[in-house]
Every structure is written in C-alpha cells, then in structure tokens.
C-alpha cells in the first residue's frame, strides 16, 4: 500500500490510462457486432422500402416488415430464413387461394379452414426443426395475412381478389427477403463453416482423448467418465442449429448435408459405444480389465492415442489423416483374433466409436474442403418424428386460439378484427416449436409490441409529417431501427426486442403518400397487441408439454420400440435403428436428467445387439433359444431375460472351438454380454411399464 502511495503521479496517471483503455476496447469489442447488425437491418429495410415505392406497390411495408424478419446476426442464418420464408410464403399463398376458390362468399366453413390449416402448419412446423419449421409456420400466417385483405371489415372472402391479394403480397415480401439477402451477402462473410468445423474437431478430439485416456488407465485407476459424456450429448445436441446456418452459407455444404447428418449420428454412436466400454471395464476384474484394455490399446494407432481434449493439432488442417487412421484401426479391431466375449466386445464397440469419430472427421473434412467420403443418400424425405403429441398439441391451440378470435370478431364486428387474427396466428404459430420457453417469449413479444406502439406513435406523429424526402424519411426511421436491432442481436429479452423490430413498419404503413391518421394508426395497433397477447393467453391456457413429461413420454417410446424389436414386430437396420434413437436425443429436453439421457444410450446399444445378435443366431440354428429370451425382455422381465442368455451364452460355448461358426459364437457372446450388463445397469427403466 505504501508502494502505491509513494509511486510518482504520472505512473499512476499511465496505469489507470491503461485500465481504462482496455476496458473501453473490451466495451467496443462488445458493442460492434450487435450495432453493425442494427445498421444491416436498417439498410435492408430501407432498400427493401425503396424498392417497393418505385413499384408503386399497395402494401410496401410488408416488403420492409420482411426485410426485418429475415435479418439475423448470422449471415447463413438470414440466407436459410430467407430462403424458406420464400418457400413458406409461396406455400401460404397458394394454400389461401385454393381455400377461397372452394368457399367463396361462404365466411364460416371459409375461416373454419383457416383456422384448420393455420393448425396443420403448427403440426409440421413442431415437427420440422430450425428455418424448416420456420417456413411451415410462416405457410399458416401468410394465409391468415392474404385473408386479412381478402376478408376487409366485412369478413366475407373475395374469391375474385385472392389471386391478386396472393400475388401482390408474396412479390412484397420477396423483396424483403432479396433486399435483407443483398444488404447481409454484402457486408457479412460468413463464419458458420468455420464455427461449425471447429465445434466438430473439438468434439471428435475430446471423445477420442477421453476414450482412449480410460483405456489406457483401465483397471485400479479406472476414470469416472459418466458426467463428460453426458455433457458431450448436450453439446452434440447443440450442432444442430449451426449446421443450418451452415447449410445457408454454402451450396456445396447443402448438397452434402447428408455427411453431416453421418457425422452427428457417428458422434452420438461413438457416445453410446463408449457407455458400453465403460460399464464393461467397470465390472470385469481389474487385471483382466487393465490385460484386454492394452490388447486393444494397441491397435489404436499413437496419433489417436495422443489426442488430447480440446482440438487435437493438425486435425483442422488435415481431417483425412487422422479420419484414415480411425477406419484402418476400427477394421483391425473387428478382426482382432479374441479369446473371451469380454475382449471380444471391448474390440467390437471400440471399432463403432473409432467409426463414429471417423464419421464426425468426414464431416470436418466437408467443412475444410478437403476430400470427402461418399456418403449414400436415401431415397425420399427422411422425417425423424420422435413423438406426435407435441405437435398435435399444437396445432389444436393453433385451431382453438385462431377460432375464438374469429367468434369475437364476427360476434363484435370489430373493422380491425382481421387483422387481430393474423397477429395471433403469427404469434402461435412462430412460438409453438419453442415448447416449454414458448409462454415466456409470448410474453415478451406481446410487451415489446406494446412497447413498440408507443416508439412508433412518436416517430409517426412527432417526427415524420415534417420530412418530406426518402432521405430524410430513412434517416428517421434509423433513429429506431439501429438501436432496436442492437438489442435484438443480444441474448437478453430476445423475444421483446423482436418484437419492437418487426412490428415497427406495419405499425408506421409507409407509402408514397403518406397518411397521418390517428384513429386508423390506434386501431391497427390494438389489433397487433390483441392479437400478440391472445397468443400469448393461448399458451398459458393450453400449455405445452413440460420438459419432464416430454421426456418420460421419449423414454417410454424408446422402451415400447425396443419391446417391439425384441418381439420381431419392429424390423429394423442397424443403421435406422440408431438413427431413431438419435432423433430421439437429439429433442431431449436440456431439463432431462442425466441419468435419463443414459439410458437412451443403453437403449440405442441394446437395439444394436438385438439386432446383430438375431442375425448370428439365425446363422447358427439358435434362433429359438434367443426368441425365449428376447421374449423376456419384451415381457418387462429382466432377471428372466438375462437368466436366459446366461443360457444362451452357455450354448455357444458349448460349440466347436474350431469350426467355421466359432468367430460368430465368439462375436454373440460378446453381444450378449453388452446386453446382460445393460439390462442390470438399467433393470429399472427396462422393466417399467406394462409389456406390448
């Protein structure tokens, strides 16, 4: 302390200069990027506005309304949101045409089918993840848009109108997007690629380390690796929204989105396998663990061996090498000549996680540009669709909410009351998807539509009837544009400040000749906040399904498909098989226990062996021994089903040491082993519930 006060004045005048540079070029770093992303939105909106008032168009702030909805902080992002709100709206104006051609001048059965369409996009948009979803949901509020026009104060549909209505609508909002789409590829590079490449060499190298570091310390010194796994499942988890921003970054990226899709599969089956290894290691006597352990450890080449957490160097630049090392180690592994099911197991399901981790480097390599293993696409639209009650969910708040609007404006005869329906049909069908987060943001979109009222009441009255350019016009919008956008690419109140951006043009009606009226102005505005806020009623009425029971109901579907499996009555692939489980991961909600996402890992591994075990006992003539004990299985019983493997096991035993079918024995034991130790760890979820 006396240092302090002794040093001379211009050395602590330097010191706090110092401090406080840094810490305004920490500030500076912080506030950049969400103020280059207010001025992107800004200028999209003014372009998009621009464009829309040389064309003379009726409604131009809907182009501008579009501009800001596309705009994210991510350029992929807004290029994916772009892109399917282009396909969303096409499919909306299409859908409200063919609804006003089949009841014309019919108003009831007219938004009755509103109303049941708005709820079919809320079914597809719950089941359909990222901009997909966004593009099912914006199909039912485009509709409910074009019908607002249609519709008037009167409320009887104008099948002669829908086709213009639909036209000049979707052209309106094409511009929005293209503009936000020039604007963003204009100022802004890019980064998801390189975001996503790092995440999945991190990945891949933190599993391969941990795994191989449990190897090498198998035995006395065995390491709990239970907490990191589970946490690499919530970080696999999270790939999935990068992923799409990647997709809207790059053509290629798209066309090959199938690696990617192997590469997360891969991580999640690498994770899985592991689980097995170590529940294995766990239980088998420390010298025989610490034996079969380095037997294994020694096919795995050193440069594996060496990875440590974090990204291991040179993968980033070169995913093929170690990629290659991955598949030669994984094929020497299942070759590897075995004397028990212990080893044989240990090799088998350390070969599936070098797979997974060289599925997940193939991926990497399709990020880098390196070359890339073919990856065979199937045919048609796979859909994994882990449970159907959310989304029935839903869409019968869509329907319900939707319908009572329409009731209280026909009943009230309400001149604004269509428009009301279109803002509460955005606000159920844009929030639905978020589940058990969804009543929160309604919230918060309903305050920050109020909010944004009172914003635009002042720009609208107090600033703009004094400007009379373009110019001027953009530059008073800017004034509320910029820094809305700032706080909206911040991760507070994301919701609210949403808000108080994309319902900022609709409110103000720009046009070539621009009206001031009061009453006109409020009664559009209390038909925006009606209808954010009876979306928001909707959700605290009709709540969605809590994350715990979403995730007993995932758990309980996992359990009934396995049941199925066992009994013959599911007939899957391996692959498939995991990939249902995977879907099923991959929707879990972050509230779940871990205990829970462990076992769905028992449950994905369990099916695996089921299904390669079925497969060799048909080969060996045993199919009859392992149906009485996968009947066991099916049947909730446990105990009984690992007494009768146990018996099984003592059969292929009991086979020829030197006969052709003695690898296949040897490989069944080992499955049978992974499926005894699952279903101990495990005894309690695979017994619950009532057999099929």
């Known amino acids: 302390m006396t240092d302090v006060l002794n040093e001379p004045g211009w050395a602590r005048g330097r010191r706090t200069l110092a401090r406080s540079s840094a810490a305004l070029r920490n500030a500076a770093r912080a506030v950049a990027p969400p103020l280059l992303f207010g001025l992107r939105l800004w200028a999209s909106v003014c372009l998009a506005l621009y464009v829309a008032f040389w064309l003379e168009l009726d409604n131009p702030f809907w182009a501008g309304t579009s501009a800001a909805i596309v705009c994210q902080p991510q350029l992929g992002a807004s290029l994916r949101k772009g892109w399917y709100r282009m396909i969303g709206t096409s499919i909306g104006a299409v859908a409200i045409v063919v609804l006003t051609a089949w009841f014309p001048q019919a108003r009831a059965p007219f938004l009755v089918a509103l109303a049941l369409w708005a709820a079919g996009c809320a079914l597809v948009a719950t089941l359909l993840h990222n901009f997909a979803s966004y593009a099912a949901a914006l199909a039912g509020y485009t509709a409910a848009i074009i019908a607002a026009d249609e519709l008037g104060a009167t409320g009887g549909p104008n099948a002669d109108a829908a086709f213009l209505l639909a036209v000049y609508r979707a052209s309106e909002i094409c511009i929005g997007i293209v503009s936000a789409g020039i604007v963003l590829a204009g100022t802004d590079f890019g980064g998801a690629q390189r975001r996503l490449a790092a995440l999945f060499a991190a990945l891949s190298g933190e599993i391969t380390g941990r795994f191989t570091g449990m190897l090498a310390l198998a035995g006395p010194e065995l390491p709990e690796t239970q907490p990191a796994r589970r946490e690499l499942v919530r970080r696999v988890i999270a790939l999935d929204p990068v992923i799409d921003e990647a997709k809207g970054e790059s053509a290629q990226i798209r066309y090959h989105s199938p690696v990617l899709q192997r590469a997360v599969d891969g991580l999640f089956a690498a994770q899985a396998s592991w689980r097995t290894v170590a529940v294995l290691l766990a239980r088998l006597p420390d010298d025989k663990a610490r034996q079969e352990a380095d037997a294994v450890l020694q096919n795995i080449p050193q440069e594996l061996r060496s990875a440590e957490l974090g990204v291991p160097a040179g993968w980033m630049a070169d995913p093929v090498r ?98 009301a329906i279109t803002f509460t049909a955005i606000t159920v069908l844009l929030l639905a998807p978020q589940a058990d987060r969804a009543y929160a943001a309604a919230m918060g979109f309903m305050i920050g539509s109020a909010l944004g009222t009172v914003c635009t009441a002042i720009i609208a009255f107090a600033v703009l009837p004094g400007l009379e350019t373009f110019e001027a016009f953009s530059l008073a919008i800017g004034l509320y544009l910029v820094p809305a956008g700032a706080l909206m690419a911040q991760p507070w109140q994301t919701a609210m400040f949403t808000a108080m951006v994309i319902n900022f043009v609709p409110l103000l009606s720009p046009a070539n000749q621009m009206s001031y009226d009061t009453l006109q102005f409020y009664n559009f505005a209390l038909a925006i906040n009606a209808g954010s806020g009876a979306g928001a009623l909707s959700f605290r009425l009709l709540p969605p399904l809590s994350p715990a029971f979403r995730t007993r109901r995932l758990l309980g579907l996992t359990l009934r498909d396995l049941r199925r499996l066992a009994t013959g009555h599911l007939p899957l692939t391996v692959n498939d098989w995991e990939g249902r489980i995977c879907g099923r991961l991959a929707v879990l909600p972050n509230a779940a226990e871990p205990l829970q996402r462990s076992q769905l890992l028992a449950a994905s591994s369990l099916g695996s062996e089921i299904i390669q075990l079925r497969h060799i006992a048909t080969r060996l003539g045993l199919g009859s021994d392992l149906d009485a004990a996968l009947e066991a299985l099916a049947q909730g019983n446990s105990a009984i089903a690992t007494i009768r493997f146990a018996r099984l096991d003592h059969r292929l035993a009991s086979l020829p040491g030197a006969g052709s079918g003695a690898p296949l024995a040897l490989q069944a034991r080992g499955s049978i082993l992974a499926i005894s130790e699952a279903l101990i760890e495990h005894a309690s979820y695979f017994d619950a519930g009532a057999p099929v």
């Open 322 to 419: 170690p990629r290659r090392a991955c598949e030669t180690s994984a094929r020497t592994l299942t070759t590897l000549p075995a004397g028990t099911p212990s080893l044989r197991l240990l090799a088998d399901q350390t070969a599936k996680v070098l797979d997974g981790i060289s599925d997940a480097l193939n991926g990497l390599a399709l990020l880098v540009g390196a070359p890339v293993r073919s990856v065979p696409r199937r045919r048609g639209v796979q859909l994994r669709v882990p449970d159907w009650l959310p989304s029935l969910v839903n869409a019968g708040r869509a329907f319900v909410a939707i319908g009572i609007v329409e009731i209280f404006w026909i009943m009230t005869e309400w001149p604004n009351g269509a428009f």
